[in-house]
C-alpha cells in the first residue's frame, strides 16, 4: 500500500478503506487532495474514506461515513483510547483502542456496536488515524 501513496509535494490520492487490503489499491478517480510538503515521510500515510457509521456519535468530532481519515501507516502499536484501522476477518474497521473488563479490545464509539468489540489478539493494526476531514456541519450554513 505504501507505493500508492504520495502525501507530499504532488497531489495526494484517496484510496476506500478496504483497499488497505488490496496490494493495488486503485485511488478514487476524482478523489485528490492537496499537497502538504510539510510531512515528514510521505510514504508512510494515507488518505482513505471512512465506510461506515460505527465511529459516529453525537459529540462534534466524530467520524462519519465519508469523512476522510488520514492514516500513520507505519504506526502499528496501539496506545490506548487512540484510533486505528485494524483489519479483523478479512474487513477493514476503524476502531479504539480500549481497555475493557475482558482486556484490550478494539471498540466502536457509536453506541449502537457496543456489542461489536473486537479482542485485541483477533485484530492486524494497519496504521493510527491522525487527522480527520468532514463537511459535516450541524448549523445553518448561512
Known amino acids: 500500500m505504501a507505493d500508492a501513496v ?8 484517496v484510496f476506500k478503506l478496504q483497499d ?3 496490494p493495488e489499491p486503485q485511488p478514487d478517480a476524482f478523489s485528490f487532495i492537496a499537497p502538504n510538503p510539510h510531512v515528514r515521510n510521505p510514504d508512510n500515510y494515507g488518505v482513505f474514506f471512512a465506510d461506515s457509521d460505527e465511529m459516529t456519535t453525537a459529540q462534534a468530532r466524530s467520524i462519519h461515513p465519508d469523512d476522510l481519515v488520514f492514516l500513520d501507516l507505519a504506526a502499528t502499536t496501539p496506545q490506548e483510547q487512540r484510533v486505528y ?12 483502542y480500549s481497555s475493557t473488563p475482558f482486556g484490550h479490545a478494539w471498540t ?4 449502537s456496536y ?10 492486524r ?6 487527522r480527520i476531514v468532514s463537511d459535516r456541519h450541524e448549523g445553518p450554513l448561512n
Do not use: C, M, W
Not at 466502536?108 to 453506541?111: G, S
Not at 457496543?114 to 485484530?123: R, T, V, W
Open 114 to 123: 457496543a456489542a461489536h468489540l473486537i479482542p485485541a489478539d483477533q485484530a
Open 85 to 96: 484501522a485494524v483489519e479483523s476477518g478479512g474487513r477493514v474497521f476503524l476502531r479504539r
Open 108 to 111: 466502536a464509539d457509536n453506541p
Open 20 to 22: 488497505l487490503l488490496k
Open 6 to 13: 504520495a502525501i507530499g509535494n504532488e497531489a495526494t490520492p
Open 125 to 130: 493494526v494497519l496504521g493510527r488515524l491522525y
